[in-house]
Nanobody, 116 residues
């Protein structure tokens, strides 16, 4: 089992920044690819960013490329999402995900609201 707890969400004006954190406990954190997803009201959950466990390579949705940065600190069992130049369309619940094949684990989410 892996437990994931997100934090760092909040209300920010357009153009502002936030840094989300996802703290993991349970099984060995470094064994998992880690990702961030988001879900806006009335929409499906969508991929935002992923960082691989093997080589640290990062992948981003086109909508956030150049604005968001994913990173991980295996010593702290934490993955981060630095979000810059935020837009109102970034408003969503942001979820942390561990793993790409079952078993997959999700956190409870942290709300990000960007005002125009």
């Amino acid at each position: 089992q892996v437990q994931l707890v997100e934090s760092g969400g909040g209300l920010v004006q357009a153009g502002g920044s936030l840094r989300l954190s996802c703290a993991a406990s349970g099984r060995i954190f470094s064994n998992y690819d880690m990702g961030w997803y988001r879900q806006a009201p009335g929409k499906e959950r969508e991929f935002v960013a992923r960082i691989r466990r093997s080589d640290g390579n990062m992948y981003y949705a086109d909508s956030v490329k150049g604005r968001f940065t994913i990173s991980r600190d295996n010593a702290k069992n934490t993955v981060y999402l630095q979000m810059n130049s935020l837009k109102p369309e970034d408003t969503a619940m942001y979820y942390c995900k561990a793993g790409n094949v079952p078993p997959i684990y999700w956190g409870q989410g942290t709300q990000v609201t960007v005002s125009s």
